[in-house]
Structure formats: C-alpha cells, structure tokens
C-alpha cells in the first residue's frame, strides 16, 4: 500500500536530474503530442531511441522504470492483442478457427504498443528524476501568465506542494495508528468486506484529527513566520536556464522536425 | 512471561537501494517480572526492537519467543491474537490512537477484539480506568475533549484493559510536564509490582531508567552494546559518553563531588536519600584523607 507512485523520485547527479524542470515539462509535453506523428519503422525508431537515451543519460537503474510500467503493461498488452485480432488489413499471416492475424493488425499493434510505452517511460522518468516541489514549482511558474486572468495559480501550487510534503508524514501516520490498534488486536488483512470496512474506522478517525491539528499547525507557522500569500514573494528555489536546457529545447524541435520530414 | 529473542536481525525496505540495517543479531533473554529500560541514540533501533516483541514487525533473520509464541524468520506468523492479548504496547503518544465517541467504548476496544463480550469488556474498562486513576465519570465523555495527560491515561487504559501480563512503554512520558512524568511513571511502577508484570520502557531519562528499573539495556546502531543491572550499567560513563548518551544526574553530582574529595563513588546510587547517604560517606573519607571539603 506504500508503493504510491508520487514521490518516487530516485535521488541523483544525472544530466537529466539536473535539467530544469519547466524544460522537462515542456518537453515531455512536445513529446506526448509527436510521438502522434510517427507512423513507420523510423519514425517509431527515433522515438524509442530518444526514450532510451532519455533513461540511459538518467542513469536511474531499470528497476525502476519497469516498476512505473507494471501496472500499465497489462492495458498495452492488451490494447496489442485487441489491435493484432481485429484490425484487417495487409497480408493474412496466420489463420487458426476464428482468429486471423493480419500483417497489418500485427504491424499496427506494435506501433501502439511503442508509442504507450514510449510516452509512460518518458513520463516516469520525470517523476523520477524530479523532485515533486520541483515539478510544483515547474507548473506554478508555466501556468504563471494563467495568473493575469485571476486564476489563483499560486495557491493552486501551493495547496499541491503541501500535499506532496505531506504523504509520506500521513503514510507514516497512518502505518504508526495501524500498529498502535494491531497492538489492541485489530484486524486490517482478514475477515469479510464489512468487518474489513469496520477496521478501517478506528484508522481513520485518529488520521483525521490530526491530519487537522497539523493543518492548523501549519498554518499558524506559516502566519507567524509572515506568509502573505502571492503578492511580493520570491523563491528560495530559483529556477536555472542553463544551456543544457536550450539543448533540450533544440533537440525536441529537431525531433518534431524529423518526425515531421520522415513520416509517411 | 520469559522472552527470548535469538539473532533477531531486522532490514528495513529490503531490496531496494534504501535498504538499511535495524536490527543486527540481537541476543537477548528477558526474565519474567523483570523491568527493563531500553536506552539509546534516536535511530538506534530500540522502536524496532520492542515492535519485534508484538509481532508488528516481521524478523528477516532470527526468532523471537515469547512465553509459548515463537515468531521464526522465513516462516509464516503463527496466529498474532494470542501473542498480543499478553503483550501490551503502549506506543510514543498513545493519545493519537484514539477514536471512539466515548472514553468506555475506546477502552473497550481492546478487550472487545481479543473476543470479550461487552459487559466483560465494560467491567474491564473500569477497571483499567481506575488503575490509570481517572474518575469514572469520563467514561461517558468523548476522549477528545480530555486533557491531553487524560487522554493519554484513557490510551493506556484501552491497552492494560486487555491484561496483559507483559507491557512495552515506548516513551511514555514523552511531552509530559514534570509532574505528569513522575505520575506515570510511578503509576508503570505501580502496575508492574501489583500485577507482576513484565515490563519494558524504552526511555531518553537516564534517571528514569536508572531508577525505575532490574536491568538496562543499552543500544546503538541496531546492537546491544550492554544489558545489565543499572549500576553496572551507569559505572561505564565514558562508554556511555561515546554512545552519545548520559548518566543520570545523582552520578553527575558524585563524579563532581569526587573531584574535590579524591575517594571514588564506588556503586552508583540513583535515588535521592542513597545519594544523601553517598555524599556524607564520601564528604567523611574525604575529610579523612585531608582534602578541603
């Protein structure tokens, strides 16, 4: 249950770590749009090789990113399976009983295939080479010109950043008041539905009040130490463009370019 | 109720790059009746060691017994109920823990799991209360508009109300005022000699476990580095100094004291009127030896 896919962030040095993180953003949101673009052998090629220098250059072990595929890779093989069986077109391969598999259908479903993957691995990495409060800060200072037409961005980033910090606090909360009733003999692993929704109860309701208390903490430390809101405030964390960033920038334009010149 | 723990080893988020030893080949035999005083750095395992002991935690390596339940490493827990009707845990701010409409039925919970009818577990609950020594008449309040010292009385009464015959305090004086402290604590002491508990405390007071309790048990870096009486214990200062802990504040006044008198502390003393008796025996031998005292 503590295998939550937000802050799954795996510390490093890595060039792609040390990207800045509206790039990142930006870049994966060119990305998810051309991968649309490729529709034969090279252009799915430049898209895999990208991916796989993307998390190479990351040096975050394998491990990793096939953890962030396991629960998707059901719905790809399934989407393979479905595109492979029903879609008619091309050369008729092989032909058991009702299923005929079509040279067309095989070809397509793997390119449906790439491109999912494609687009999960690449937005994995960012999970895992950027730190929540980055990526919050990333999307607070894109969406800032959302601000000129009162969109309350900066709380909006603000509220996500506190929720972000606070997950693992509420996890190991909530794993400290499990163990306290396990102590008292409740049972949270067996039993029937309702018993099961039951225990739950006696979870909950200490979660709530102090998830509360610290809510009302925190906001009575943040006044106290002169949060005013938006209006005036700079950043501890300042934002780098660094050249690494405009080559980030350059190489996602020749891609789109390629992808562009090279599809059929 | 004997426990007995062999090689305990235990590993947190193993197979992961954040694996981290907590545990590492703890050896220990706890008698029945005994109290024991777990010291320690923060982070030196003593959370870890005392979960071991209620079956919330799982042993990577090792076995740990308790009366006729032995947790084994690699094999699948026997059945938990029994194990933790006679092991009372009383966890660092047991008042979070709370979350009935009234103080009976919070009480009552325990009881109630470990398959007490209500009238049992409602005898059970006054019972309890009256051993942490609140009125009954807060068995019909909400817990949360208690104190926060009743709230934490009323925590503690929800675990002594299952009976068990041994009980584990991680901390249990934490963000106590003074008095509360020495309330609680002699409260543990009470309740450990009348019902001839087992008790455990894990504690940061050097005074407290040296005071309170048989044997103290020092550890450090997931190991236990000592586990004897307080005065064998508490005569190894530098050890203790390098471990990043203290002695209690009686032996800080003696090793003062020595300093002008030159005739050693001998067995260390913790309580106030063995210290009185101390000083004067010291300040006499000191006198003899023609120091300036």
């Not at chain 1, 077109?89 to 299923?99: A, F, N, R, T, V």
């Not at chain 1, 949060?227 to 660094?242: F, H, I």
């Not at chain 2, 109300?161 to 509360?180: K, M, N, R, S």
Request: charged residues 20%; aromatic residues 8%.
């Amino acid at each position: 249950m503590f295998n939550i896919i937000i802050g799954q962030y795996v510390p490093g040095q890595s060039i792609i770590h040390r990207l800045d993180p509206r790039v990142k953003l930006i870049s994966i949101f060119i990305f998810v749009i051309i991968v649309f673009l490729a529709n034969n052998w090279i252009t799915y090629g430049l898209v895999v090789l990208f991916s796989i220098i993307g998390i190479l250059l990351s040096k975050v072990p394998f491990r990793f990113i096939y953890r962030g595929l396991r629960a998707i890779i059901i719905i790809i093989i399934f989407t393979f399976i479905l595109n492979v069986l029903f879609t008619k077109q091309g050369d008729l391969l092989i032909s058991i009983g009702w299923i005929h598999i079509y040279k067309g259908g095989l070809i397509g479903g793997l390119f449906i295939s790439i491109r999912l993957l494609a687009i999960i691995v690449i937005t994995t990495l960012l999970t895992l080479t950027t730190t929540p409060i980055d990526i919050t800060d990333g999307i607070e200072i894109l969406l800032g010109p959302l601000k000129k037409i009162k969109l309350p961005i900066h709380e909006f980033a603000l509220m996500m950043s506190i929720s972000l910090r606070f997950i693992p606090t509420l996890l190991e909360e909530t794993e400290k008041i499990m163990k306290a009733q396990s102590a008292r003999g409740s049972d949270f692993a067996s039993g029937s539905v309702k018993q099961r929704i039951k225990a739950i109860i006696p979870l909950l309701v200490p979660l709530f009040v102090s998830a509360f208390k610290r809510a009302e903490e925190l906001a009575m430390a943040m006044e106290a130490r002169g949060y005013r809101g938006d209006e005036g405030r700079t950043r501890l964390r300042v934002l780098k463009w660094t050249g690494k960033d405009t080559a980030l920038i350059i190489i996602m334009l020749m891609l789109t370019v390629a992808l562009v010149v090279l599809r059929t | 109720m004997d426990i007995t723990v062999k090689d305990l080893t235990h590993l947190y988020n193993p197979k992961t790059p954040f694996e981290r030893i907590a545990l590492k080949d703890i050896n220990v035999q706890i008698k029945s009746g005994t109290f024991l005083s777990i010291i320690g750095h923060t982070g030196s395992g003593k959370s870890t060691f005392i979960q071991h002991i209620n079956g919330l935690l799982k042993p990577a390596k090792g076995e740990i017994t308790v009366g006729d339940v032995t947790i084994k490493a690699g094999e699948k827990n026997p059945k938990l109920t029994a194990l933790r009707k006679k092991v009372g845990l009383v966890f660092q701010y047991p008042e979070h823990q709370l979350f009935e409409e009234t103080v009976e039925k919070d009480i009552c919970f325990g009881p109630m799991n470990f398959g007490a009818a209500e009238e049992e577990a409602k005898r059970k609950a006054r019972d309890a209360l009256d051993l942490v020594g609140l009125p009954e008449s807060v068995l019909n309040r909400s817990p949360f508009d208690l104190s926060g010292g009743q709230m934490r009385r009323v925590a503690i009464a929800g675990v002594l109300a299952v009976e068990p015959e041994v009980i584990i305090l991680d901390e249990p004086t934490a963000g106590l005022d003074p008095v509360g402290r020495r309330e609680m604590l002699s409260l543990f002491m009470k309740l450990h000699k009348q019902k001839s508990l087992t008790t455990i405390m894990v504690t940061h007071s050097m005074d407290d476990a040296a005071f309170y309790s048989d044997e103290v048990m020092v550890m450090d870096k997931g190991r236990v580095v000592m586990k004897d009486k307080p005065e064998a214990v508490f005569s190894h200062i530098e050890k203790l100094q390098s471990l990043g802990l203290d002695v209690p504040e009686t032996i800080k006044f003696l090793l003062q004291l020595d300093e002008r008198c030159q005739v050693g502390i001998g067995t260390p003393v913790f309580s106030i009127p063995e210290t009185a008796a101390k000083i004067m025996e010291m300040l006499g031998q000191g006198r003899e030896k023609g120091a300036r005292v």
